[in-house]
């Protein structure tokens, strides 16, 4: 029997958001590095591997790649799972998890491998943690056969909490380069409705924070600790900046080969948006992003609504000392969308760098499809420079009933070199299309080499209608 006809809710072709409720499912589509194919590929049909979730898993997926090892963040559960190997098959099989309630667990995941015993430590936010005041989980030796079925409270290593309620500490992790001499990473964590609540401190209301943790305050710091008291902090300028929506801090954008910074904040001046560049090498006291920052990237039109800095990446295409860095602007043109592309040798040594490329949607669609919205990048061809992927979980197909299928890109890096100033998506090397409503491809994508075989694998998570029992 066709599935539609046998989920309660809808005994015919569902139209309109209110059947998305029916695409409660995730699951992830891996495509191993190396893929020939070009122009137009099916998402899910032309995949590696697809990891398929049950009922009880949701459909917010967030995702990391060890050695050998897939991690899937399964935050409407709250849970991590882990699984090893990699079967060539569509079983979701894990053999370990960490697991917590309430928070959101698994919202986001970072790993660190800069453990000197050679084993890997594992980052965990759950934004929803004590009313939204948010914490983070660090397991220090993710030992992944030790780990199946305890739960986080009682393995974690360390549990740091947000500094008040509703601000969402732990919404992103990012583990940085070495930026404090003592060869072990950083690590930074957004708390992007951040407000303070000490009177000395006068941050804004949704302004936003990051906070950047130093590895040797983190080797001695308990649970419970305040993140004011190992690190840096970080905030938006105005209300409801938002600052943290985005981050990175795995390597150098101002040339002098210390990993650096780098912070979106999508809603400033009226979502026109802002990303700000904190040189990693000079890194400066607590302080407003607008006074701290090395560097302070706009859009080209900053009387727009743009969403500049919703998402961001560095990545390798032209050489310099510096690398270069992607930022997505989703909200350009009405929804539209796009992603500009700055030189690493501009942002080191120019006041107000220009982007060197533009990357956007198909001209002859009008419609909100939200371009830029995620980015990652990596070397998915292998060679010489990165390649860029765009997701637009948002992306609307072109039937009736198509409402936010999404869609992804890869834009080969070694093309680089002769691509135009401007250019349109469909003139990327693959484009990924989503086959059903609200399956939202394109939506927090990774690329990690998870089979060890020089190329980077890139993971797509994406929705699924409800398992039929």
């Known amino acids: 029997m066709n599935l539609l006809f046998q989920l309660a809710a809808c005994t015919?072709?569902?139209?309109?958001?209110?059947?998305?409720?029916?695409?409660?499912?995730?699951?992830?589509?891996?495509?191993?590095?190396?893929?020939?194919?070009?122009?137009?590929?099916?998402?899910?049909?032309?995949?590696?591997?697809?990891?398929?979730?049950?009922?009880?898993?949701?459909?917010?997926?967030?995702?990391?790649?060890?050695?050998?090892?897939?991690?899937?963040?399964?935050?409407?559960?709250?849970?991590?799972?882990?699984?090893e190997d990699i079967p060539e098959s569509n079983t979701l099989i894990p053999m370990a998890s960490w697991t917590s309630s309430g928070s959101r667990f698994g919202?986001?995941?970072?790993?660190?491998?800069?453990?000197?015993?050679?084993t890997y430590a594992l980052w965990v936010g759950g934004p929803e943690w004590?009313?939204?005041?948010?914490?983070?989980?660090?397991?220090?030796?993710?030992?992944?056969?030790?780990?199946?079925?305890?739960?986080?409270?009682?393995?974690?290593?360390?549990?740091?909490?947000?500094?008040?309620?509703?601000d969402r500490f732990g919404s992103e992790i990012a583990v940085c380069g070495d930026m404090t001499g003592d060869d072990l990473a950083e690590v930074a964590v957004a708390a992007p409705w951040f407000d303070a609540v000490d009177p000395i401190l006068p941050v804004p209301s949704l302004a936003g924070a990051v906070?950047?943790?130093?590895?040797?305050?983190?080797?001695?710091?308990?649970?419970?600790?305040s993140p004011w008291e190992i690190g840096n902090v970080y905030w938006g300028t105005l209300e409801g900046d938002g600052a943290g929506q985005a981050l990175h801090c795995d390597t150098d954008l101002t040339g002098d080969g210390i990993p650096d910074l780098v912070i979106g904040?999508?809603?400033?001046?009226?979502a026109s948006g802002r990303v700000y560049v904190i040189d990693g090498g000079a890194l400066p006291d607590n302080g407003p992003l607008d006074q701290v920052a090395h560097r302070i990237l706009e859009p080209p039109n900053t009387n727009a609504e743009n969403w500049f800095g919703m998402s961001l990446v560095p990545l390798e295409l032209f050489g310099d000392d510096a690398s270069d860095l992607a930022v997505g602007t989703p909200g350009f043109a009405g929804g539209q969308g796009r992603v500009l592309i700055y030189r690493g040798a501009s942002i080191a040594t120019t006041s107000l760098p220009s982007p060197v490329y533009q990357l956007r949607g198909d001209a002859t669609r009008d419609t909100p499809d939200h371009?830029?919205?995620?980015?990652?990048?990596?070397?998915?061809?292998?060679?010489?420079?990165?390649?860029?992927?765009?997701?637009?979980?948002?992306?609307?197909?072109?039937?009736?009933?198509?409402?936010?299928?999404?869609?992804?890109?890869?834009?080969?890096g070694e093309d680089?070199?002769?691509?135009?100033?401007?250019?349109?998506?469909?003139?990327?090397?693959?484009?990924?299309?989503?086959?059903?409503?609200?399956?939202?491809?394109?939506?927090q994508p990774e690329m990690y080499d998870i089979d060890g075989d020089g190329?980077?694998?890139l993971l797509l998570p994406n929705r699924a209608a409800a398992n039929v029992q």
Request: some cysteine; glycine content about 12%; aromatic content about 8%.
């Open 12 to 83: 015919t072709l569902c139209q309109g958001p209110s059947c998305e409720s029916q695409w409660p499912n995730g699951q992830v589509a891996m495509y191993r590095g190396g893929l020939t194919a070009q122009g137009s590929v099916d998402a899910l049909g032309d995949a590696s591997a697809v990891y398929a979730g049950t009922n009880d898993g949701g459909s917010s997926w967030s995702t990391q790649g060890v050695d050998g090892a897939l991690l899937i963040g399964q935050p409407d559960a709250n849970r991590v799972l882990v699984l």
């Open 371 to 412: 371009l830029g919205r995620w980015l990652t990048s990596g070397r998915f061809y292998g060679g010489t420079w990165d390649d860029l992927v765009v997701g637009a979980p948002d992306y609307i197909g072109p039937g009736k009933n198509d409402y936010d299928v999404g869609q992804a890109w890869i834009w080969r």
């Open 130 to 166: 004590n009313l939204q005041t948010g914490a983070i989980w660090l397991f220090r030796n993710a030992e992944l056969n030790q780990a199946m079925g305890l739960d986080a409270s009682s393995t974690a290593t360390l549990r740091l909490n947000g500094n008040s309620p509703s």
């Open 416 to 443: 680089a070199v002769s691509w135009d100033p401007v250019m349109q998506m469909p003139d990327a090397e693959v484009t990924f299309t989503g086959t059903t409503p609200f399956q939202r491809l394109g939506r």
């Open 455 to 457: 190329l980077d694998d």
């Open 107 to 118: 919202s986001s995941l970072a790993v660190d491998r800069s453990n000197r015993d050679n």
């Open 265 to 270: 904040a999508p809603w400033v001046r009226q």
């Open 211 to 225: 906070f950047l943790l130093h590895s040797e305050s983190l080797a001695t710091a308990e649970d419970g600790t």
